[in-house]
């Protein structure tokens, strides 16, 4: 099977701008996560989605907001960019497992930069 | 807050050398997941060991889990430059499929 793959892979934009950030995940797969990755917070979970709708998210601003189509792809938005959501941008696509453990399979990332 | 800390954040070693890497916690966890990273790159699954396991085997990789302790070890044995990268522990808790991660160990192999 093909891996979770992310589009585009590096951005540059400026501030005050969007962007949107795409995922297609694992076939089969209905679960798709964002994380996003800054060597000063580290990773952290922005939002998950499966069959279409969100079911979690993260402690991030209304700026930040994603979706999820039919076909399991994912998308996510951030508007008014700001100098620090720059970061790398991870997609992971949850398979379920036995007993309810899920591992998750991480797409290669979006580089964002902001200037 | 229910995220990992991993301990060292860095560790330099020789080829062949055998490398730890350990990862503590605060609440009870599903199950706990450790990823390689290169360089500002996707993120790798290791292994998934759940809160019922004790000890996970994958290939060079030893995986431990100590509910009591709240604490996980990953052993990497005879290391290679290639295992050169950052590795994260990753915590899964509650009925979220969330993953909680720690700030990572730098893990250095030379040639």
């Known amino acids: 099977k093909a891996g979770v793959t992310q589009t585009p892979r590096y951005l540059i934009k400026t501030r005050g701008q969007q962007v949107t950030l795409s995922c297609s995940p694992i076939?089969?797969?209905?679960?798709v996560s964002w994380y996003q990755q800054t060597p000063g917070q580290g990773l952290q979970f922005l939002f998950e989605?499966?069959?279409?709708?969100?079911?979690n998210k993260g402690n991030f601003p209304g700026r930040f907001s994603g979706r999820q189509f039919s076909n399991s792809r994912s998308e996510m938005n951030v508007s008014t960019l700001e100098l620090g959501d720059s970061a790398l941008y991870l997609c992971?696509?949850?398979?379920?497992?036995?007993?309810?453990?899920?591992?998750?399979?991480f797409g290669p990332g979006t580089r964002l930069t902001v200037l | 807050s229910q995220q990992g800390e991993e301990d060292p954040q860095a560790l330099s070693i020789q080829e062949g050398e055998n490398a730890t890497m350990n990862c503590s916690y605060k609440?009870?966890?599903?199950?706990l997941q450790w990823y390689r990273q290169n360089s500002g790159r996707g993120l790798v699954h290791l292994i998934l060991i759940r809160s019922n396991e004790r000890e996970k085997h994958s290939g060079r990789l030893r995986v431990t889990l100590d509910t009591s302790k709240k604490s996980s070890s990953l052993l990497i044995t005879a290391s290679r430059a290639a295992d050169t990268a950052s590795y994260f522990c990753a915590l899964s808790s509650g009925s979220a499929r969330q993953l909680t991660f720690g700030s990572g160990t730098q893990l250095t192999v030379l040639p």
């Open positions: 992971a696509s949850t398979a379920f497992e036995r007993g309810g453990t899920d591992t998750q399979y």
């Open positions: 609440t009870s966890i599903n199950n």
């Open positions: 989605y499966f069959s279409e709708t969100q079911r």
């Open positions: 076939s089969g797969h209905r679960s």
